[in-house]
């Protein structure tokens, strides 16, 4: 058994629409809605790696970088290694008339639009409380 230290990046992508603002969710492998994110490759930048892992497991393109939300830490076991992750979060706008086309090969199932207000309620990963906030809080202050 061995410790390992990971680092992904990911993103919480938005857009304007008639009906208000709308925040994407996808529901992963384990059946639980979050945000896209995924491994920074050697070499990469933790906000390329965002836009390109939301791109590659959604589909969407044209995505535009707002800010940095922050980072969040966890530790995990996965084939008797100790895994601790580091993720790089950022805020992204989507165009409105945005193509989804959802990833298979890793497993995600869905992706549905939520209103700003039922984020909260909606996200099953309750450890993402901050980054959450913070992406609402930047969306009620400028839009």
């Known amino acids: 058994m ?9 993103g919480i992508v938005y ?3 008639k ?6 969710l996808i529901l992963d492998p384990f059946r639980k809605w979050t945000f896209a994110k995924g491994h920074i490759e050697e070499n990469e930048r933790p906000e390329r790696a965002a836009l390109r892992e939301v791109e590659e ?7 535009k970088l707002i800010e940095k ?16 992750k580091v993720v790089y979060w950022y805020l992204m ?3 409105e008339d945005v193509n989804i086309e959802l990833q298979d ?3 995600i199932a ?23 906030n913070k992406a609402v809080q930047i969306l009620n202050i400028e839009h």
């Open 2 to 10: 061995s410790t390992k230290l990971e680092f992904s990046a990911g």
């Open 15 to 17: 857009k304007k629409t």
């Open 19 to 24: 009906q208000g603002i709308k925040i994407a």
């Open 57 to 63: 497991e959604t589909g969407m393109l044209g995505l």
């Open 69 to 84: 939300l922050g980072e969040m830490t966890y530790s995990f076991r996965a084939k008797g290694d100790l895994i601790n």
């Open 93 to 95: 706008e989507a165009p």
């Open 105 to 107: 090969a890793e497993g």
């Open 110 to 132: 869905d992706l549905k639009w939520v209103n700003v207000d039922e984020l909260e309620r909606v996200a099953s990963y309750k450890d993402m409380e901050d980054v959450v």
